[in-house]
């Protein structure tokens, strides 16, 4: 299959000029490259390339103030206004732990950064941008009206690469479904066994991996007691019922380089079309709704006692965003939001895929 050629950096910025208004994806889409190759072309013209030293990067914001971090993937995005503080660096794994920005931070992941300046009007807007070695956003950092600008400039100075060139190379990726069961996964009964021996649920994910189940093989294995699929419009009631109780939650959205969460009530919640929209003072988030193919309320045990959270997933098995209750270590589910949860609208067994 002849493959399409992939527009200069120069039609690239000729494309910017005549679309000042699309969205970076959106733009980057029409054109038939990632996001990356889109601000690469504009190095030079308002962005200078970073090194994407990621532990580097969360100390020196901390310095910069108050910022909007945005974490996405292809179905929702999660924006954050706060400060980076209670930083923890690690060579496989980092952490924002303050009161507004949290992040769970996969630093092997992060493949490229630019700082980006661009003008609206009389307006400067500057921002961090890493993605990926597909080209594909794993983080954003805004900065607003009050931050440090000069502990900004001071790192991207720092950061800065020694390669301007308005090119980068970046990867492919195949398609990601996880719906068929590998052959040497494990059986219900092992799942069954590991699941209710859980103490944490961060004990999860290394669940999974030591049975070889994706997270929604497992959640449609394991059984009604522990999974069970709800109508998709339940997000939807979900958002209503905490936004109306003033019920706070946790939200999280991610990617394969970082996990973006808010704590807290949630206030305004619009339908805008197909989305559903959180527009609150310091947290706004835009979720596809219609990119939601299955929803699943899930229940683990804990120490603490059995938590449940709400899973929506994509057409390929991926899971767009998940919900929790508000709950510190140590402490027992809210009985609120279990309630919630446990009286959404459910789907008969006999009806799911």
């Known amino acids: ?32 490259i990632s996001e990356a190759e889109l601000f690469a072309a504009h190095c030079g013209f308002g962005t200078v390339r970073i090194q994407p030293r990621v532990n580097d990067v969360l100390t020196g914001l901390e310095a910069v103030g108050e910022v909007m971090a945005l ?43 630019f700082a980006v300046e661009t003008r609206d009007g009389g307006e400067i807007h500057r921002s961090l941008q890493f993605f990926d070695a597909a080209g594909e956003a794993v983080h954003k950092v805004h900065l ?20 301007q060139e308005p ?9 990601e479904n996880d719906a068929r069961i590998p052959d040497q996964a494990a059986t219900v009964d092992d799942l069954r066994e590991h699941w209710s021996r859980l103490t944490d649920v961060h004990q999860f994910f290394g669940m999974l991996k030591a049975l070889n189940l994706s997270r929604r093989q497992a959640v449609r294995m394991v059984g009604q007691d522990y999974a069970w699929l709800l109508d998709n419009a339940a997000v939807s009631a979900m958002f209503h019922r905490a936004a109306e109780d003033e019920m706070p939650i946790m939200c999280f ?88 949860a446990e009286n959404l609208p459910r789907i008969p067994r006999s009806t799911a895929a």
């Open 144 to 163: 607003r009206p009050f931050s440090n600008l000069y502990a900004y400039q001071k790192l991207t100075d720092e950061l800065q690469s020694s390669n």
């Open 253 to 340: 959205v991610g990617n394969r380089g970082c996990i973006q969460i808010h704590s807290g009530p949630i206030k305004s919640v619009k339908q805008i079309g197909p989305c559903i929209n959180v527009l609150d003072e310091t947290f706004h988030l835009h979720l596809r709704a219609h990119h939601i193919r299955e929803v699943w309320a899930v229940r683990k045990p804990t120490r603490d006692g059995h938590v449940t959270s709400l899973e929506a997933y994509g057409a390929n098995g991926k899971m767009i965003i998940q919900f929790f209750g508000t709950r510190k270590e140590g402490e027992p589910e809210r009985h609120d939001w279990r309630l919630l």
């Open 1 to 32: 299959m002849h493959q399409r050629e992939k527009p200069s950096p120069e039609r690239i910025r000729r494309a910017r000029e005549d679309s000042p208004k699309i969205r970076d994806r959106d733009l980057a889409a029409q054109l038939g």
């Open 167 to 175: 090119i980068v190379s970046v990867k492919g990726r195949s398609a």
């Open 71 to 113: 974490t996405r993937n292809a179905s929702a995005v999660h924006e954050k206004i706060g400060i980076y503080d209670k930083v923890f660096t690690g060579k496989h794994h980092a952490m924002v732990l303050g009161n507004d920005i949290d992040l769970r931070i996969f630093p092997n992941l992060w493949a490229h950064g």
